[in-house]
């Protein structure tokens, strides 16, 4: 393997003795004719409660000491099988004919030095003689750039966080500003199994540089492997994110020294100056997402009907119902919108902000009621306006609501003037960066509809 130092008895020892909780557990395990295999055997050692296997190919596994002579040779010849495959991959050339389009498709895109199937010219065909996936052939991309990295976590595809046995191959080839020629490419792919198979995933364009990014639809604002690894947390320090363990729990540390930082609480970092929302993946692994302004689209209708994640509803301070939307609201939702308000709000809520409740029988799944300064009894502070756009989405990203229906707030009995409860509405949606994908401005008259679309106009293209 050229650029990596040679695997030896002694260099697994030394791995051994680094890792190890206690230094004086570390032994030797020996397996003579593992040992004996110069090109996919290797070394093991014990330490702590771990069996280590140091593969002389680079590949390396961590797993639980089986504590017996038996359970050990065992899980050594399980790693040994594995590796002596690896090897007999890689011996067959892999014709790229044989391999699907999306990974002919992303071993050109490598080779070419480009960023997505998107870049190649001309579109390459799939089977069916149809223009390629580009969406399927980038996660495929994506996998690959992950098996050509010097130390590749774990076999492509899996996933980042570690079970009870991990297992780390390095390619020997490293990536370089030379880009790697197509024989080195289809012996990565060659390596890796999942190369060759048909994606199961999507990948999508990095919200902040454009690379591809894994995701699938539930995580399409994900940043790409190399984002991922930049964010920065409230103070400023290079931050990680880790599970905390099999049944769910995220924790994030500063990477210099391992402490913990709140971003735990708050889940908020940023890459480059861009807010981001880390945390857990549904199934696993640490999910960075780019927090975006929602789309925003206007609707003329009746906002109890919206069939959205949240409809934010314009509450007063007591919290107790009322008239125009808030009185609409209660009505459709039932009994359970304001017994949630009582126990949940026991003291109601200050102009500007805002607060979740259950939405009771209405079609959305929350109610996140906001309070409106109100201009008729004088309070004509609009900054108080702008706190309700903001301190919505921030309880949107606090309860997981993607899609929400406002209406204008202020602009019922409280009488703000109907152009600027717009644009206040517009302006702040469109600058405040959210998990929020959309915002449906519900319009409770043609006026109120007017206005928010002449307000959509003003700030550029209206959506919707
Ligand atoms: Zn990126
Ligand atoms: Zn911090």
Same mark, same amino acid.
């Given at each position: 393997?050229?650029?990596?130092?040679?695997?030896? #008895?002694?260099?697994?020892?030394?791995?051994?003795?680094?890792?190890?909780?206690?230094?004086?557990?570390? %032994?030797?395990?020996?397996?003579?004719?593992? +040992?004996?295999?110069?090109?996919?055997? *290797?070394?093991?050692?014990?330490?702590?409660?771990?069996?280590?296997?140091?593969?002389?190919?680079?590949?390396?596994?961590?797993?639980?000491?089986?504590?017996? @002579?038996?359970?050990?040779?065992?899980?050594?010849?399980?790693?040994?099988?594995?590796? %002596?495959?690896?090897?007999?991959?890689?011996?067959?050339?892999?014709?790229?004919?044989?391999?699907?389009?999306? /990974?002919?498709?992303?071993?050109?895109?490598?080779?070419?030095?480009?960023?997505?199937?998107?870049?190649?010219?001309?579109?390459?065909?799939?089977?069916?003689?149809?223009?390629?996936?580009?969406?399927?052939?980038? +996660?495929?991309?994506?996998?690959?750039?992950?098996?050509?990295?010097?130390?590749?976590?774990?076999?492509?595809?899996?996933?980042?966080?570690?079970?009870?046995?991990? /297992?780390?191959?390095?390619?020997?080839?490293?990536?370089?500003?030379?880009?790697?020629?197509?024989?080195?490419?289809?012996?990565?792919?060659?390596?890796?199994?999942?190369?060759?198979?048909?994606?199961?995933?999507?990948?999508?364009?990095?919200?902040?540089?454009?690379?591809?990014?894994?995701?699938?639809?539930?995580?399409?604002?994900?940043?790409?492997?190399?984002?991922?690894?930049?964010?920065?947390?409230?103070?400023?320090?290079?931050?990680?994110?880790?599970?905390?363990?099999? *049944?769910?729990?995220?924790?994030?540390?500063?990477?210099?020294?391992?402490?913990?930082?709140?971003?735990?609480?708050?889940? %908020?970092?940023?890459?480059?100056?861009?807010?981001?929302?880390?945390?857990?993946? %549904?199934?696993?692994?640490?999910?960075?997402?780019?927090?975006?302004?929602?789309?925003?689209?206007?609707?003329?209708? @009746?906002? /109890?009907?919206?069939?959205?994640?949240?409809?934010?509803?314009?509450?007063?301070?007591?919290?107790?119902?009322?008239?125009?939307?808030?009185?609409?609201?209660?009505?459709?939702?039932?009994?359970?919108?304001?017994?949630?308000?009582?126990?949940?709000?026991?003291?109601?809520?200050?102009?500007?902000?805002?607060?979740?409740?259950?939405?009771? @029988?209405?079609?959305?799944?929350?109610?996140?009621?906001?309070?409106?300064?109100?201009?008729?009894?004088?309070?004509?502070?609009?900054?108080?306006?702008?706190?309700?756009?903001?301190?919505?989405?921030?309880?949107?990203?606090?309860? *997981?609501?993607?899609?929400?229906?406002?209406?204008?707030?202020? +602009?019922?009995?409280?009488?703000?003037?109907?152009?600027?409860?717009?644009? +206040?509405?517009?302006?702040?949606?469109?600058?405040?960066?959210?998990?929020?994908?959309?915002? #449906?401005?519900?319009?409770?008259?043609?006026?109120?509809?007017?206005?928010?679309?002449?307000?959509?106009?003003?700030?550029?293209?209206?959506?919707?």
């Amino acid at each position: 393997m050229p650029d990596t130092p040679p695997v030896t #008895r002694a260099t697994t020892l030394a791995l051994a003795i680094a890792q190890a909780a206690d230094p004086t557990t570390v %032994r030797e395990v020996e397996h003579p004719a593992f +040992a004996g295999d110069a090109e996919a055997g *290797g070394f093991a050692a014990r330490y702590d409660q771990t069996l280590l296997v140091c593969g002389v190919d680079g590949g390396r596994s961590w797993s639980v000491d089986p504590c017996t @002579d038996e359970g050990r040779r065992a899980a050594i010849e399980a790693y040994w099988r594995v590796a %002596r495959r690896r090897r007999e991959r890689e011996r067959t050339a892999i014709d790229p004919a044989s391999l699907p389009a999306t /990974t002919r498709a992303a071993v050109d895109v490598v080779v070419a030095g480009l960023r997505s199937a998107a870049d190649l010219h001309p579109v390459p065909l799939d089977e069916a003689g149809e223009p390629v996936d580009v969406a399927r052939a980038d +996660a495929t991309l994506v996998l690959l750039r992950r098996a050509m990295r010097p130390t590749a976590a774990v076999a492509a595809g899996a996933s980042r966080d570690g079970g009870a046995s991990t /297992t780390r191959t390095p390619d020997g080839e490293r990536p370089t500003a030379r880009r790697p020629t197509q024989a080195q490419v289809l012996r990565a792919v060659a390596r890796h199994e999942v190369l060759a198979q048909e994606p199961t995933s999507t990948a999508h364009p990095c919200p902040l540089c454009a690379t591809p990014a894994l995701g699938g639809p539930r995580y399409d604002r994900a940043v790409c492997d190399d984002c991922h690894e930049r964010p920065r947390c409230v103070h400023g320090r290079a931050v990680g994110g880790a599970n905390t363990g099999l *049944g769910g729990g995220f924790v994030a540390h500063h990477r210099d020294d391992g402490s913990a930082c709140e971003t735990t609480q708050t889940h %908020r970092v940023w890459i480059d100056g861009h807010p981001c929302h880390m945390d857990e993946a %549904r199934f696993g692994g640490v999910v960075v997402e780019a927090l975006l302004p929602p789309a925003i689209t206007l609707v003329r209708g @009746d906002i /109890t009907r919206e069939a959205v994640d949240a409809v934010v509803n314009a509450a007063n301070t007591a919290m107790r119902g009322g008239g125009g939307v808030d009185g609409a609201i209660h009505r459709a939702g039932g009994p359970a919108v304001l017994a949630d308000c009582i126990a949940r709000f026991p003291r109601g809520l200050a102009v500007g902000d805002a607060g979740w409740t259950t939405a009771g @029988d209405l079609p959305a799944h929350r109610v996140i009621h906001t309070v409106g300064p109100s201009w008729a009894a004088g309070e004509r502070d609009r900054a108080l306006l702008v706190s309700c756009y903001r301190r919505s989405l921030e309880v949107a990203d606090e309860i *997981g609501s993607r899609t929400l229906a406002f209406p204008l707030i202020s +602009a019922g009995v409280y009488a703000w003037p109907l152009a600027d409860a717009a644009a +206040a509405a517009v302006e702040t949606l469109r600058a405040t960066p959210s998990r929020v994908r959309e915002v #449906r401005i519900v319009a409770f008259s043609d006026e109120a509809a007017v206005a928010v679309g002449r307000a959509l106009g003003a700030g550029g293209a209206a959506e919707g």
